[in-house]
């Protein structure tokens, strides 16, 4: 069973996934950011994939859209709408990536050309791949940006990006992802910037374009407070492996890897501890990046290694007693499913 | 808009007073009798009088500044001392070479400098050798690197004349010595700034959005790089404009930097001061063309602070 089957939800729309992963590495020189992670992402699903800064997500998922330095190299399958990206050339690419795939960056200020109006940045993705005039193109940018719920999208197609607010700004480059309504959109970080009642306006947006576009979502966070807000399915990374992934409710209300559930009780002292009482934190720090490791990355820091932990990295599989709810875990001695004893 | 026009025009107005002013103030400081310096040979000292009095040099200096600030707003830059003829017949022909130069130098320097810094942001292995060159202009005095060129194009290849004149043949060198010494600001100025751009966030929109290396280029990275550079060339074209003494010296490319620096040793006022102002209006008015430039290209230029 791979990664990309067990993420299939049930009365997902037929046909190819949006997105399959298959042992995907990410290497900066020697380095490895991502190593070796699969995860596949449904139409007209979300998936979350959070995990700290340094997890290894953003390098994921900028390596799924080629978007990535050219210092880092990369490895393993990546396959859109049943399409095998990672056996194109950088043309062949190139010429169909907007048809494939919609990324959306993190800081929408600094990804929009701050000396072109953003109907014409929109408006360009119609000229290049659908031969449009440029008058054409303009007038179907500003109905991308009606799209996305932008009021007068004729007046704010004419403004330069400064001129927006940041709210506007994610929209714009909402518009520029979902533009020619390829199957898979990347969040990188998307709403991280803005402010908690726009971040709330842009997480329904996304939604609602999920459903009327079918798209599938992997959506980039280290907010895990909003992750249950719009994710389907959630993906836990740590020191470049997912360590954990399932269904968003499972995995929050019985997280299996032991990272997961220091995670989550850290967010759970955080929202409902009593001033002065201890926040629980998870020993130690995150491991820098390094080569040649052997055993499991996290047992430095987890309760409940034992030797095994050192000398044999887990695979992700699904845990013992789960549910069959899709569930895999990377961990010799997972939490049982009623919570650490 | 019109507002801002209209302030930068007047802060303009004042500064070239200023400047003005600062400078007939100086040619009094300046040791030396404009009288002696035309009849160096007079005997007499009632010559010399008859000539002070022609030239109104005998009256107090807030007499000799009032008129001649009144005979400035009424456009009437005076006559020179040595020519008999009236300043402005004598610097516009001046003003004209002067004017091709320092366009045909900063074409020169734009165009040496531009690719230099595309080049060095392009491919970092060029940056390292683009330094070097850019250290080395830098290090060059203005007429050292003139000699220069005139020894090795004019005297040794006998690809440039080597007389005086100023035609299209000769503005050549003097134009590319302006292009040498100014290039490496160029270069350095449109390396950083493309360097920034091409790893900005927007360049990886670009590519996400499928556009070519060419496209991004010349869609997204150009006009940004294109701003700054924008304002630099409004500087020196003003600053050239007000004349390019040390190259106009050593090509005698007869400009208003030459006329400026003989009438400065004729103690031809009325010239010198003309010199002057016209550099001071030019510095301006180039600003001011660069700026508006810079607003069309980067509109966030457009909304300055009040």
Redesign the interface.
Known sequence: MTAAAAGAVPGATPGPAALEVEDLRVRYGELPAVDGASLGVDRGQVVALIGETGSGKSSLALGV?R?LPPSAVVTGEVRIAGCDASSMTGREF?????DLL??I?Q?AM???????PVGR?IG??FQ??RGMSRPDARAQAVHELARVRIDRPDLVARR?P??LSGGMRQRV?IA?AVALSPPLLIADESTTALDVSTQAEILALLGVLKAETGSGILWITHDMGVVAELADWVAVMYAGRIVEQGPVHGIFDHPRHPYTEGLLRTRRDLRSGRPGAPLFQIEGAPPALSAGRSGCAFAPRCPRQTEICAERAPALAPPPEAAADGRLVACHHPVPPGGAP | MARTLTRRLIYGLIAVLGVAVLAFLAEFVIPGDPARALAPRAQSAAVLENIRVQLHLNQPLLVQFADYFANLFRGNLGTSYVQRQSVASLILPRLVYTGWLALAGVVAEVVIGGTLGILAALYPRVRAAVNSVNLTLLAMPEFVLGLLLLLIFGFRLHMAPVTGGAGPAQIVLPALTLGLIGAPWYAQIVADQMSDSLS???V?????????DR?ILR??VL??VL?PALTMIGLDLGSYLSGVVTVEVVFGWPGIGLLAVQSLQNLDRPVVMATVIVGAVAVVVFNLIADLLRMY????TK?EPA
């Open positions: 859209a978007l190139r010429l169909r990536r907007a919609g990324y960056a800081d600094a990804a929009l050309n701050p000396v072109q940045q360009e993705l290049l791949h330069y400064h001129q480059m520029m | 900005s966030a927007y990886r929109t670009a590519v996400a959005k499928g556009l070519t496209d869609r997204h006009r940004n701003s290209v980067d509109p966030r909304e």
